[in-house]
């Protein structure tokens, strides 16, 4: 049975061989390549890659193709996805930022608009000192929100925190918001060098002195003796910033009030206990705006 099989195979490679010969040399016949191409590829290289008998090596090959584009796509699109987001956050605090800056810039000039139109409005022959407007956000603790409807006296405060400057005071107030440990707020501090810092617009009301928020302007001064007198810088700030608020609300120096005048707390405390350096800070008032008006 072997020997046969051996002899037709044999036949078989004569039979081949001569036609081979009758071919032009370095080319197969086509009917060799026939031969080799009849002969299943995934049969040929099944025995050494194929994990899954039965399974066609090229469907696997073309199914981890697949999958490797499907992989890179799905990388692709979590990173579109991810540089989408990252722009919808740049943009969204572009907004917010602008929008922002549009409110307080509005927020600013509807105090002057509104103030033109009350009755209580003036011609102010005082300049207005140089003031950093830097508003605190509407919060229940130190920005309330609330419209002040009139203004019969402004009140003068100290920070009863020796050495801190007007923007740590300014923070202290924004903090307020989060902490919600007190309400606490003024609408101007004055720092120790003379800077005046807006923190609530003069349309709304501040949390400075218990009843009388409602009809009243307060500025918080810094200073740095244990005594609580203010510096010369803060001292002369303080002198503008009364006069010019007496010449926006046709208020008199009389009308300038301490912190204790409305309900005995010892503030500002050096005014309290130097009374004559308070009355010395009214004349000091008067006299300005007597020289200011004349000039
Ligand atoms: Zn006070």
Same mark, same amino acid.
Request: hydrophobic share 30%; glycine share 6%.
């Given at each position: ?9 044999? &036949?078989?490679?004569?039979? #081949?061989?001569?036609?081979? *010969? ?26 050494? /890659?194929?994990?899954? !008998? ?11 193709? &697949? ?5 890179? $796509? ?21 907004? $917010?930022? +602008? ?31 140089? /003031? ?12 309330? =929100?609330?419209?002040? @409807?009139?203004? @019969? ?7 009863? *925190? ?17 902490? =919600? ?20 617009? #003069? ?6 002195? @218990? ?7 307060? /500025? ?16 002369? +700030? ?29 503030? !500002?405390? $050096? ?16 006299? $300005? ?7």
């Amino acid at each position: 049975m072997q020997q046969k099989t051996h002899k037709r195979q044999n &036949r078989q490679r004569g039979e #081949l061989q001569s036609r081979a *010969n009758t071919a032009p040399a370095g080319r197969q016949t086509p009917d060799r390549r026939r031969q080799q191409s009849s002969i299943p590829k995934a049969e040929r290289t099944s025995a050494k /890659i194929t994990p899954y !008998p039965g399974r066609p090596v090229q469907s696997i090959k073309r199914r981890r193709a &697949r999958r490797r584009r499907a992989l890179f $796509y799905r990388g692709l699109a979590l990173a579109l996805f991810f540089l989408f987001l990252v722009g919808i956050f740049q943009l969204t605090g572009l907004v $917010y930022r +602008s929008a922002r800056s549009w409110i307080q810039s509005r927020e600013v000039n509807s105090t002057w608009s509104k103030n033109d139109t009350a009755a209580q409005k003036v011609e102010n022959p005082f300049s207005k000192p140089d /003031i950093t407007v830097d508003l605190l956000d509407v919060n229940r603790y130190s920005r309330p =929100g609330t419209d002040l @409807k009139k203004v @019969k006296n402004i009140f003068v405060h100290y920070t009863a *925190n020796q050495g801190t400057s007007a923007e740590q005071n300014r923070g202290y107030f924004a903090n307020l918001a989060e902490t =919600g440990e007190r309400s606490a707020s003024a609408h101007f501090i004055i720092g120790y060098n003379g800077e005046i810092i807006q923190c609530i617009p #003069l349309s709304e009301e501040a949390y400075a002195v @218990k009843g009388r928020n409602d009809d009243s302007i307060s /500025i918080e001064c810094c200073y740095l003796s244990e005594d609580g007198a203010f510096t010369s810088s803060t001292y002369n +700030s303080l002198i503008e910033l009364l006069s010019w608020l007496c010449g926006e609300y046709g208020l008199t120096p009389e009308d300038i009030l301490r912190h204790y005048d409305a309900g005995g707390k010892k503030c !500002p405390l $050096y005014y309290v206990e130097n009374e004559e350096a308070w009355d010395k800070l009214l004349e000091d008032v008067s006299q $300005y705006m007597e020289e200011s008006a004349s000039e």
